[in-house]
Nanobody
Framework: QVQLVESGGGLEQAGGSLRLSCIAS????????MGWFRQAPGKERAFVAA????????RVVGSVKGRFTISRNNARNTVYLQMNNLKPEDTAVYFC????????????????WGQGTQVTVSS
């Protein structure tokens, strides 16, 4: 059972930056594709970014393209989400997720989830 723990959330002003981290308990972390999702109040959990197991392939949703970057350090069992030029509409709980199946942006393909970290962006 893979355990994922997110950190790095908080309150930031619009235009600011935050970096989220997600550390995995599993020593075979390098075999997992990883993703970041977010859930705003009253909305469904939505895809933000994904990265392949090797880190060679990434994908981000259009609304954050050019502002958010996903990366990973397999030696540290950690995946990151660098968030720049934050906007109030980025306010949400951010979740990291992992899957051994394949590189994917589909929420239902992910088997393991963290508990989430709150990101609040003030205008």
């Amino acid at each position: 059972q893979v355990q994922l723990v997110e950190s790095g959330g908080g309150l930031e002003q619009a235009g600011g930056s935050l970096r989220l981290s997600c550390i995995a308990s599993e020593r075979t972390f390098a075999s997992y594709a990883m993703g970041w999702f977010r859930q705003a109040p009253g909305k469904e959990r939505a895809f933000v970014a994904a990265i392949s197991a090797s880190g060679s392939t990434t994908r981000v949703v259009g609304s954050v393209k050019g502002r958010f970057t996903i990366s990973r350090n397999n030696a540290r069992n950690t995946v990151y989400l660098q968030m720049n030029n934050l906007k109030p509409e980025d306010t949400a709980v951010y979740f990291c997720a992992g899957t051994r199946t394949r590189f994917t942006s589909a929420r239902t393909d992910y088997d393991y989830w963290g508990q989430g970290t709150q990101v609040t962006v003030s205008s």
